[in-house]
């Protein structure tokens, strides 16, 4: 029934600031805005990692009454390859630590930490073995 991971949606007050935040860290524009220009965006969508994933940003006008707020929820772990330079990175840029580094089970390698971005969203980030051999069988 689930086949994978297709959208995740942060949203965000002011949208043209989190384009050009994220933009930064990713090092891409967003290749999807909604409504077209010269309208201002209410949706803008990025591409990012090996499978092309989709994060969108929604303008927070839109969003369901209980999302408004402090952050919390679920936080979904982008794999990165140095995870303390991301990390370092993200602070750099104005983010939050929300969770520190962290090494999880046995010290097989699952590591996490995550942030709160300028915009009030958890970005979770980790170091993910499962994730790399899952890579590496696929180009095989």
């Known amino acids: 029934m689930f086949r994978g991971f297709a959208t995740i949606n942060f949203y965000a007050d002011d949208l043209a600031a989190a384009a050009e935040w994220y933009s930064e860290l990713f090092g891409v524009k967003p290749y999807f805005a909604y409504p077209n220009p010269p309208a201002p965006p209410?949706?803008?969508?990025?591409?990012?990692?090996?499978?092309?994933?989709?994060?969108?940003?929604?303008?927070?006008k839109y969003a369901p009454a209980?999302?408004?707020?402090?952050?919390?929820?679920?936080?979904?772990?982008?794999?990165?390859?140095?995870?303390?330079?991301t990390v370092d990175k993200l602070l750099a840029m104005g983010a939050t630590e929300y969770?520190?580094?962290?090494?999880?089970?046995?010290?097989?390698?699952?590591?996490?930490?995550?942030?709160?971005?300028?915009?009030?969203?958890?970005?979770?980030?980790?170091?993910?073995?499962?994730y790399l051999e899952m890579l590496a069988a696929r180009q095989r």
């Open 99 to 130: 969770q520190p580094i962290t090494e999880h089970a046995d010290g097989s390698g699952f590591i996490t930490a995550s942030v709160v971005d300028p915009f009030g969203n958890v970005l979770g980030v980790m170091r993910n073995p499962h």
């Open 66 to 85: 209980g999302a408004a707020g402090t952050p919390g929820g679920a936080v979904m772990h982008w794999h990165v390859d140095d995870l303390n330079a």
């Open 42 to 60: 209410a949706y803008v969508e990025f591409r990012i990692g090996d499978d092309e994933d989709e994060l969108g940003f929604i303008d927070r």
